[in-house]
């Protein structure tokens, strides 16, 4: 298959006191403002924007807790590119509807509350449907799958089914593979080896390996935060080469610069 040209980069903005990576730097809405519009200088084309950690072992934040985090973020980039909000819950998710975000990005996929089909229908925005194996609690505990790669395009397309009998409107729907979601470093792999797998179900993909532990896993080098860029940029390229049409990153600038060197050395190639 041909790569996308343009694949979305979706800057990552969490709002929380406790992400693996950038946890408590943007806690302060000023601070994530202001993170917010470098993002967007550097070429984010969305904003993910969160208010509750999803890292391996985190505590769940409350609704109102997380409105009060993302909403005043939200409602202030909201005019000035596309927003994603990062919750499982239908109350934020509504929430920031209301304040400007178009997108609603589910680590949960729409299965994390009775009502979040239906909210996501009745909100007409895009969804983000990711797979994950238990919840952030325990999910790193023991993933187990016999194969993990149909199981998880199994699982995404039931899940879009769902959607769909819900009312939201295939063309909103985007698949997510849940990178470091109760997977092992073989299942990460595996996962971003055999995205055709998830590209075949005829919706656009989303895959965010940006700084995530698989990375220290395979090099073996002790790194963390930031120094997790290069894999990050490698995960980023890998994904979009196999079709994926959006990447969730921590480092827009160094994955925007990277995917233009790809797109200027593809069109070389086709000018032969
Ligand atoms: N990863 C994280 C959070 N949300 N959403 C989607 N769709 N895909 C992902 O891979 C994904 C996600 C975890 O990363 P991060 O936001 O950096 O950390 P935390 O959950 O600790 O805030």
Redesign the pocket.
């Known amino acids: 298959m041909t790569p996308p040209l343009h694949p979305l980069v979706m800057g ?1 903005l ?1 709002v ?1 006191p ?6 408590g730097r943007y806690l302060d809405a000023a601070a994530a403002i202001a993170h917010g519009e470098r993002l967007i200088a550097e070429g984010a084309d969305v904003l ?1 924007i ?1 208010g509750e ?3 391996p072992g ?1 505590d769940p934040v409350d609704a109102a807790e997380e409105i009060g985090r993302v909403i005043p973020v939200i409602a202030a980039l909201a005019g000035r590119t596309r927003i994603s909000v ?1 919750t499982m819950k239908p109350a934020v998710a509504r929430a920031a509807v209301a304040a400007g975000a178009t997108i609603w ?1 589910d ?1 949960a996929a729409l299965a994390g509350s009775p009502e979040s089909l239906s909210a996501a229908a009745e909100l007409g925005c895009g969804v ?1 449907l ?1 797979h994950m194996q238990g919840d952030p609690r325990t999910m790193q505990v023991a993933p187990d799958y016999d194969d993990v790669v149909a199981e998880v395009a199994q699982f995404l397309d039931a899940r879009a089914q769902a959607a769909v009998a819900a009312g939201v409107a295939p063309a909103r729907i985007w698949l ?1 593979p ?4 109760g997977k092992t470093r073989a299942h990460n792999l595996e996962l971003l080896a055999h995205l055709d797998w998830l590209t075949a179900l005829g919706f656009p993909v ?1 895959v ?1 390996a ?2 995530k532990s698989f990375i220290e896993h395979v090099a073996g080098d002790g790194s963390a935060g930031r120094g997790r860029l290069g894999g990050s940029v490698a995960a980023a390229l890998a994904a979009v080469r196999a079709g994926a049409a959006a990447v ?1 990153v ?1 480092d827009v600038a160094a994955t925007v610069q990277a995917l233009a060197v790809e797109r200027a050395i593809a069109a070389a190639r086709s000018d032969v």
């Open positions: 990552i969490n929380t406790d992400s693996f990576s950038d946890g993910d969160g950690s999803t890292r985190a990062d990005n680590v983000v990711m997510d849940g990178i470091g979601f989303l965010g940006s700084r969730r921590h």
